[in-house]
Nanobody, 126 residues
Framework: QLQVVESGGDLVQPGGSLRLSCTAS????????IGWFRQAPGKEREAVSC????????RYADSVKGRFTISRDNAKNTVYLDMVTLKPEDTAVYYC???????????????????WGQGTQVTVSS
């Protein structure tokens, strides 16, 4: 069965950087659109970014645009979320998600995705 795993979360100071990674067993990520989401305590899970499978076009939430970058390394079967200039409000559990089938495009909506990782904690604090 398809299993999604995120990694790379850590405690960092404001202004710091992190790279999150998303891998999956039982799936070639290059065939999937991939979404990154986050959920802070007491808040709804929100979309952060997504990347298409074919043309590798990307989308970003306004709150992270210019600071976060989503990318693929198909040779490593990995999708990354590079985060710079981190802010305390970026603190959340970050999730990687795949849709049920193989749509080439991506949508910044949690309802569009089927397979989810367990999440990785990102904490931005002085």
């Amino acid at each position: 069965q398809l299993q999604v795993v995120e990694s790379g979360g850590d405690l960092v100071q404001p202004g710091g950087s992190l790279r999150l990674s998303c891998t999956a067993s039982g799936a070639t990520l290059g065939s999937y659109a991939i979404g990154w989401f986050r959920q802070a305590p007491g808040k709804e899970r929100e979309a952060v970014s997504c990347i298409s499978s074919r043309d590798e076009s990307t989308r970003y939430a306004d709150s992270v645009k210019g600071r976060f970058t989503i990318s693929r390394d198909n040779a490593k079967n990995t999708v990354y979320l590079d985060m710079v200039t981190l802010k305390p409000e970026d603190t959340a559990v970050y999730y990687c998600a795949l849709p049920l089938a193989y749509p080439s495009s991506c949508i910044l909506s949690k309802y569009w995705y089927h397979y989810w990782g367990q999440g990785t904690q990102v904490t931005v604090s002085s």
